[in-house]
């Protein structure tokens, strides 16, 4: 756990779970929108495979209900130096299955003495997505790079699926461009036509999905490292507004 | 090479004055007193032969294997007390099929030699129990090579180009030294283990044996399992025909 980058919190978030049980005046104090939608990462995650890594992209918005509880969320959560996972569904549920996930890698890659496989990172989520299926909304998924298969996507939505996948979308927003994937992923891109592709799918998905918005963060991994992108709203690809 | 531990060696929680367990001392000696194993990492796979002692005829044949699966790419051969190893064998499955279950893929033969080491290390510890008497041979066939793990009884864990365990452990080394295992190719080295054991197998003392032939490798993809009958034959043939050419040293090879 890196102190200079710590997991996104969301304090008001944690805090109003609690503060909603514990008084019935609560709710002549706090907006209805608290009260009623449990925080969502209403969402578009894309991930891609290329020849030596993966590109992941995710859009930037939390809401709550029809609050944007924060518009600059980083849906990106890194497990160890070379796998990440990318979240959808409940906040607080993904956080906690990230933050195990992590602690198990951690603990696996200290006792084998390297880095751990993606495929094992993907289990590990699916493992508690499946143990708790009736009571977690989560679709994540979980990709990156290992010495052993390189750049991997694992798709691992709400029952507790696991599946590899070339290329792979979650969340609300992915309703909106599967038809975009089917039109224009093609096998064996290079990494520039993947990290357009990616782009411009969280682009077009945030222009339909109310759900989703703000902006597109985006990571490259590969053997070298990841190298995060942030493109802010005003640099996103234009769309024709109609 | 007999030592006495008097009064040092009542249990394996008891150091000698001169830094020594004995308890785990005497576990190797039970592991020397067993039928010689040899296990050879060859260019593309490792190879198992092992001489299994028959004292009796009225045994069926193929009986109290030491050839053993752990999971379908890992190989244990065992050295020693059989029982003791029976239970080594159990709980070497049980680790892989957590490790299944937890990761989702096959568990890595160095990583198994480990939590077998653990687990054989934990009963060195204790007045009331005693350590394994057998030392546990695993290969197995992995993406970055062959691989050949061996655990004492005290523990340890090595990694090996190529072992001999058991009764003539040292005269079937020597016979290993003259080999040269990065070249040779698993087939051909098949042929050779099954031809130390029947070199280092003494005649006077243990009459019948049975030879246990095992290998993975490129040849079988990876998957453990003992060597199709042609192949068994053929090496045992080999190993015939070496020794009746008494001390000649030039096999064709």
């Keep these: ?242 | 090479m007999s030592s006495i531990g008097s009064g040092y060696d009542l249990s394996a929680s008891q150091f000698s004055p001169d830094g020594r367990v004995f308890q785990v001392e005497y576990a190797n000696k039970a592991v020397e007193a067993s039928g010689t194993i040899v296990a050879l990492r060859c260019k593309d796979g490792v190879a198992f032969a092992v001489e299994k002692i028959v004292t009796s005829r009225l045994y069926e044949s193929g009986s109290n294997k030491r050839i053993h699966n752990v999971d379908q790419h890992i190989g244990m051969a065992v050295a020693g007390l059989l029982a003791d190893a029976r239970q080594l064998l159990t709980v070497a499955r049980d680790e892989a099929k957590q490790y299944k279950y937890d990761y989702g893929v096959s568990i890595p033969v160095k990583y198994l030699a480990d939590r077998l080491a653990m687990y054989m290390h934990a009963y060195t510890l204790y007045g009331f129990v005693r350590p394994f008497g057998c030392f546990i041979l695993l290969a197995a066939y992995e993406s970055d090579g062959p691989q050949l793990y061996g655990v004492e009884p005290s523990g340890v864990t090595y990694n090996y180009f190529g072992i001999a365990v058991g009764k003539a452990q040292q005269t079937a080394k020597t016979e290993i030294e003259k080999l040269k295992l990065s070249e040779l190719k698993l087939e051909d080295g098949i042929k050779e283990a099954a031809k130390i054991i029947y070199q280092v197998h003494d005649e006077v003392k243990d009459r019948m044996f049975e030879l246990e032939l095992s290998w993975v490798g490129k040849v079988n993809d990876g998957k453990h399992e003992r060597v199709p009958t042609n192949v068994f034959e053929d090496a045992e043939k080999f190993a015939k025909a070496s020794l009746e050419e008494a001390d000649d040293d030039d096999d064709e090879m």
Excluded at chain 1, 154 to 175: E, M
Excluded at chain 1, 201 to 225: E, F, M, P, Q
Aim: hydrophobic share 35%; with cysteine; aromatic share 8%.
């Design chain 1, 1 to 242: 756990m890196d102190v200079l980058n710590p997991m996104t919190y969301d304090a008001e978030e944690d805090q109003l779970r609690d503060r909603t049980k514990y008084s019935q005046m609560d709710k002549h104090l706090i907006p209805v929108e608290f009260q009623q939608q449990p925080v969502s990462t209403g969402t578009t995650i894309v991930a891609v495979e290329y020849d030596g890594g993966v590109i992941i992209g995710a859009d930037t918005r939390t809401s709550s209900g029809t609050f944007v509880m924060n518009r600059f969320t980083d849906k990106l959560t890194q497990l160890t130096d070379r796998i990440f996972c990318l979240r959808s569904g409940s906040a607080a549920d993904t956080q906690a299955i990230a933050q195990v996930v992590t602690y198990q890698l951690d603990f696996l890659s200290a006792e084998m003495n390297e880095p751990p496989l993606v495929r094992i990172a993907a289990n590990c989520v699916r493992r508690m997505i499946y143990q708790y299926r009736d009571d977690f909304l989560a679709g994540m998924i979980v990709a990156g790079w290992d010495k052993k298969l390189g750049g991997q996507v694992y798709s691992c939505p709400l029952g507790g699926l696991l599946v590899r996948q070339p290329v792979t979308l979650g969340g609300s927003g992915s309703t909106y461009i599967w038809g975009y994937l089917d039109n224009n992923y093609r096998p064996n891109m290079t990494q520039q036509e993947c990290y357009d592709f990616v782009l411009k799918g969280i682009t077009l998905a945030i222009t339909r999905d109310g759900s989703s918005g703000g902006c597109a963060r985006i990571a490259i991994i590969n053997k070298d490292g990841v190298e995060r992108i942030d493109v802010l709203g005003n640099d996103l690809p234009k769309v024709f507004d109609l």
